[in-house]
């Protein structure tokens, strides 16, 4: 089921009006081709366009279709790997590069919002909640690290100051950053589109590309036209496909899920999230949930490596819910939704180019709100020639996902360890 061209959740119903794009008939010609119409490509789109630069946008859908318009709206700081794990992989000097970037990530959110004046309902505030005892000391061991590398306002809350913020005794406690927070995914994704093309980027919808070439001089085809472009940037993450062959492997889509509530009304939502931070549970399998704007509980979670989207969605997450706010079992259930993010195998972002003049940048691993935005950018620097950051981020190695055509089952198993871990920790 469709809303406006997207498929029916929260966001589709609250979006804010957006401009509809041609699809792209015929073939032209364009400084940059980006395939992919998410935060990554617009956010390319937006800082190549404020340089000058003659941008076309490719879309199979409608902007903001995939991940971006559908995600729990979460701004993450930094990356799923902690700086130890990453300065082992490509050096401290770099690993200093990657949290300069991850701390960049989120200002450059609120600058685009202020900047071109994005109504997407920007908070901040975030709570990262200890599922167990025995998650507390790592909790606070990221403290320690944030608060060494510079991070202002964090603070550990015990499990009665926790009880004081939110209504629930499932946690044993908190970590609270006031440098993240959380949005309105889509109405974000269409105020990109919109001072994209305010700058004079073109973007095409509706208009699935077929092939890409990218070696040598660049070119993405469609059904019914093609771009021939000086670079090419691709930007589809999980839902790029097999378009990228080397790309395909080193990539996994992964689902999942948020159900969504009817409004509760101010008193109820805070004394559900008292100060209305978005909230993360410490499970690998995780749980994250925040308030909307007209106070309805948006509650995610439920990572699925199969591909395939549970029968009933509301009987799935419903009682997932109910686990942390058992007082929600008499409040409606307006919307449940299902998306597709990537992973890679080490969790961290995958970087690079194809060719001398195709980059990309996906497999976000659940930072994706953050992360992509900023390595749109960085992707727009290398392309104007300042390509030291965008290098620095490429240096890690991503291996393909063992199994070949099993790859999915064997990642099935793998969750089934974790969640068994997840029990057990």
Known sequence: MTLNGHPDSYYAASANSAAEHPQLLGDELADVCIVGAGFTGLSAALELSERGYDVCVIEAERVGWGAS?????????????????????????????????????KELISERVEKYKIDCDLTWGYLHCASKPSHLPGLEETRNAWEAAGVAGLEMFDREALRDRLGTSVYHGA?????????????YALGLS?????NGARIYENSPVTRVVAEGEPVVETARGSVRAKYLILAGNAYLGNLAKPLFHRIMPVSSFIVA?????????????????????????????RLSADNRMLFGGRANYTGHEPRDLFADMGPRMLKVFPQL???RLDYAWGGTLGITINRLPHVGR???????????????????????????EAIAGTAERFDVMSRIQ???????????????????????????S
Not at 175 to 187: D, S
Not at 194 to 198: E, M, T, Y
């Open 354 to 380: 194809l060719g001398e003049n195709t980059l990309f940048a996906h497999g976000y691993c659940g930072h994706g709100v953050a992360l992509s935005g900023m390595c749109g950018k960085l992707m727009a």
């Open 69 to 105: 318009g559908r995600n729990g709206g979460q701004i993450c700081s930094a990356y799923n790997r902690g700086q130890d794990a990453i300065a082992g992989m490509v050096g401290g000097d770099a690993a200093n590069v990657f949290w300069e970037v991850s701390e960049q990530a």
């Open 398 to 424: 991503h291996q393909p996902f063992p199994g070949g055509p099993v790859r999915v089952p064997m990642l099935a198993l793998g969750m089934m360890y974790y969640r068994i871990r997840d029990i057990l």
């Open 261 to 289: 509530t009817e409004p509760l009304g101010e008193n109820r939502a805070r004394g559900l999230i008292r100060d209305n931070e978005a909230v993360c549970n410490s499970l690998f399998i995780v749980d994250y949930y």
């Open 194 to 198: 919109d001072a994209a093309v305010s």
């Open 175 to 187: 970590l609270r950053e006031t440098g993240a927070g959380h949005l309105h995914p889509l109405n």
């Open 329 to 331: 079992g008499d409040a």
